[in-house]
């Protein structure tokens, strides 16, 4: 197993390579002259020069980016060319909401799809399992936006129960924190539990059909042991496998979700730095999301080894 693991380790060193290549190139593959859409319409050919010098805009291409790439490796993003800040202290200050609301979707996400998905395989053809289903393609298909903007309607105008928008820290009270993160937190479950519930369906049926659990249910195996000890455990690898990819759509939807409650996390930095065309700000974010997301499909690659002692070899 760990041979298995160093390999994985070793093979995503290439492909952070290609990441940080493709992050870098983002700037001079958009159209136009970045330095001048940055100046704005007012400026003068003095400005641009000098805006031209900041990017580095005047030197090859490949200087750029080995200049770029070491200082990425010496834990430098850059600076915002706005706001004259390193772009890690930007980071710094609006990733305490991000990972919160990721560590919160992720939690409720897990302890609602995967149970959702085994309960639609055990009782399939069932009216649990159509409305398993129909939440599934319903979930999936209704854009982020338009559920947590259902969401404010009903529970923050409609009862008035939580907050419209905004977060408050953790070190302000469990209380205001909790409630300012359970409806952003829920737009984003709502969306990735289809997915996962559906995917954790198809698996068990899969499963659910095999010799070894007649087997088990022949042996006299209670109706939890057989679905829990036998059939989970041998559907979690797709099941890790879409919730790796699910962190893609994780990460799109937090920037979403974000400005939909106006949470100063992550996401809202990058529509602001879009929207400004501050391009040391968006390579370095891109580049960070690029390396979480590889990250995690490294960790469910791993997780595998756990799941099937085949992949070990």
Known sequence: ???????????TIPVMGLVALFVFSLLYLSPGDPASIIAGDL???ADILVIRQKLGLDQPFLVRFGGWLWAVLHGDLGTSIFSNHPVLELVKQRIEPT???????????????IPMGVVAAWKAGSWIDGCVMAFGVGGFSVPIFVIGYGLILVFSIGFGWLPVQGYRSFHDGIGPFLRHLVLPSLALTITFVALVARITRAAMLDVLGQDYIRTAKAKGLNQRDVLVGHALKNAAVPIATIIGIGVALLIGGVVVTETVFAIPGMGRLVVDAILRRDYPVIQGLILLFSAAYVLVNLAVDISYTFFDPRVRY
């Open 1 to 11: 197993m760990l041979a298995y693991i160093i390999r994985r380790l070793v093979a």
């Open 43 to 45: 400026a003068t050919e």
């Open 99 to 113: 990972i919160a609301l990721t560590i919160s979707t992720m939690l409720m996400t897990v302890v609602i799809a």
